[in-house]
């Protein structure tokens, strides 16, 4: 299998190549990053890399299968992006209600649920979540921890009122209408310079990481 390129942009290269075993991994290599922005490529690898090693034993988020500080193979998970797939079935989303559980029971917050190509369909229903990059691992879950966890759950229940708005609970629906303090300073100050950051300097879109869905950005 020859290496099948996802994303080449200023943060490095994602490809899908085949390991040894003859299995497709999702590879990032931070070395085609610009030279700028290598260490912070280096950084948001090494976190991903903790993230998933933390959370092995969870069949819906990728393996790591390797880190060397430079290069990062994880395993490929065969689905569709939330984008594309557009799931109604209320099952979806209980089941994305208990991944984030397990995920957040292991210490990890994932941080980056908003993006809906972060959420996989996978071909018998189920969902999985990929994307690590920004995620962050407590050894305690304190005040900080609740905070991020209750963001993740709250983007994921944003999704749930765009494809299956009917199912929503009275407590989700309050969960939703009332965003953390953060979030709300976030939207207020914060997210125009993220937008301008990551639009104008890196060349993301809106929906950055669809291309890269199995195990991908």
């Known amino acids: 299998m020859n290496p099948q390129r996802l994303k080449l942009d200023l943060l490095g290269e994602v490809s899908v190549v085949q390991d040894a075993a003859g299995n497709r991994v999702i590879r990032r290599e931070t070395g085609p990053a610009r030279w700028w922005l290598r260490p912070l490529a280096r950084r948001l690898a090494r976190r991903e890399a903790r993230a998933l090693a933390q959370l092995d034993h969870i069949a819906a988020v990728p393996m790591l299968e390797r880190w060397d500080g430079r290069t990062l193979d994880r395993e490929w998970l065969d689905g569709q992006p939330m984008q594309l797939a557009r799931p109604t079935d209320a099952g979806y989303y209980r089941e994305a209600l208990r991944l984030l559980r397990q995920v957040h029971r292991d210490g990890v917050v994932h941080n980056d649920t908003a993006k809906e190509p972060n959420w996989l369909v996978r071909p018998d229903g189920t969902p999985a979540l990929i994307d690590f990059q920004i995620a962050m691992c407590f050894r305690k879950r304190g005040r900080l921890f609740r905070m ?37 300073l976030w939207r207020a100050s914060g997210k125009r310079v993220y937008l301008w950051i990551t639009r104008r300097v890196l060349g993301w879109s809106d929906r950055e990481g669809a291309g890269d869905r199995g195990s991908g950005a």
């Open 148 to 184: 991020l966890a209750r963001e993740d759950l709250r983007h994921l229940l944003k999704h749930k009122r765009t494809y299956r708005p009917q199912a929503l609970t009275a407590r989700q629906r309050q969960i939703l209408a009332t965003p953390a303090m953060s979030a709300r």
